[in-house]
């Protein structure tokens, strides 16, 4: 059974940078489309940044400008590099992304969720 596997979440201070990752757990699998999304403690979950396959993405108002969504196919992952974090972005993040094995759609997989924290 494949999963997706996140890393680097943490604690950083405001106006820091976070780079979120996100990749199959199993070889062999690569990601089509993907996003990522973000929830708050006693709030739903937002998306907050979408990268389709061919490359273009979208993101939430209120990271516009300050998240960038990508992805790396030789690498077969997904990143969300997070520029001057504030409070407000605290929250567990997750990917979501659309997987491929041998070139054949395997379904949409969600990540375990890391936990990012940002002090003011």
């Known amino acids: 059974q494949v999963q997706l596997v996140e890393s680097g979440g943490g604690l950083v201070q405001a106006g820091e940078s976070l780079m979120l990752s996100c990749a199959p757990s199993?070889?062999?699998?690569?990601?089509?489309?993907g996003n990522w999304y973000r929830q708050a403690p006693g709030k739903q979950r937002e998306l907050v940044a979408t990268?389709?396959?061919?490359?273009?993405?979208t993101y939430a108002d209120s990271v516009k400008g300050r998240f960038t969504i990508s992805k790396d196919n030789s690498k077969n992952t997904l990143y969300l590099l997070m520029n001057s974090l504030e409070a407000e972005d605290t929250a567990v993040y997750s990917c979501?992304?659309?997987?491929?094995?041998?070139?054949?759609?395997?379904?949409?997989?969600w990540g375990q969720g890391t936990q990012v924290t940002v002090s003011s």
């Open positions: 979501n992304a659309d997987l491929v094995l041998l070139g054949k759609p395997m379904g949409n997989y």
């Open positions: 199993r070889s062999g699998f690569s990601i089509n489309a």
């Open positions: 990268i389709t396959r061919g490359g273009a993405t």
